[in-house]
């Protein structure tokens, strides 16, 4: 398996008491999902190997404490290390709902089925997400992540149709 074939959930923050349990911070809305896990990957040297958990256990509500079984690593080495659990672990979505990361590479049609550019990256770092979006003149805007401007997401046709306020192409 590849880094590229996984999602990230979280990272290993700290240990937690001294039997060799973690407490992992989770990027998720429902972090109940993760309550029972059997087993993550790490991304060691950019390669995610394997962990089993013999406990995982919601510490709050976005926090995991997990121990792992027989280990050579001291639980110390993990701390900092992102987690991450295969791709068709997602549960699918439909309608306007998607993953950030299944509309790489979709283009983005405006109201008028006019294409605008296609979704290079997504910027979740800001307090707005934004589509970062390659124009057809390949130059590259930003475009806000607002539910009430996506009128269609496409699957099938990979393409997401947006009521974009006049002007916005051109900041």
């Known amino acids: 398996m590849l880094l590229k074939d996984c999602y990230y959930v ?3 923050t700290k240990t937690h008491g001294l039997k060799g349990h973690l407490v992992a911070k989770l990027d998720t809305d429902e972090p109940e ?3 029972n896990l059997e087993s993550v990957f790490i991304n060691i040297n950019g390669m995610p190997i394997p962990f089993f958990l013999v406990e995982c256990q919601l510490l709050n509500k ?3 404490r997990i121990k792992f079984e027989n280990t050579s690593l001291n ?3 993990l701390i900092g290390k992102d987690i991450y659990l295969p791709l068709e672990f997602l549960p699918q979505l439909s309608g306007k ?3 950030y990361h299944e509309v790489i590479n979709f283009n983005i049609l405006d109201q008028n089925n006019i294409s605008v550019g296609k979704i290079i990256e997504i910027n979740d770092q800001s307090p707005q997400s934004l589509f970062s979006i390659e124009l057809l003149n390949s130059k590259n805007i930003y475009i806000p992540i ?3 401007w996506i009128i269609e ?3 099938k046709e990979q393409y997401i149709k947006m009521n974009l306020p006049e002007g916005i192409l051109d900041i």
């Open 153 to 155: 997401v496409n699957r």
């Open 97 to 99: 709902q998607f993953y």
């Open 75 to 77: 639980p110390q080495e």
């Open 10 to 12: 979280g990272t290993i």
């Open 62 to 64: 976005n926090s995991l």
């Open 146 to 148: 607002i539910n009430d």
């Open 33 to 35: 999902a993760y309550e």
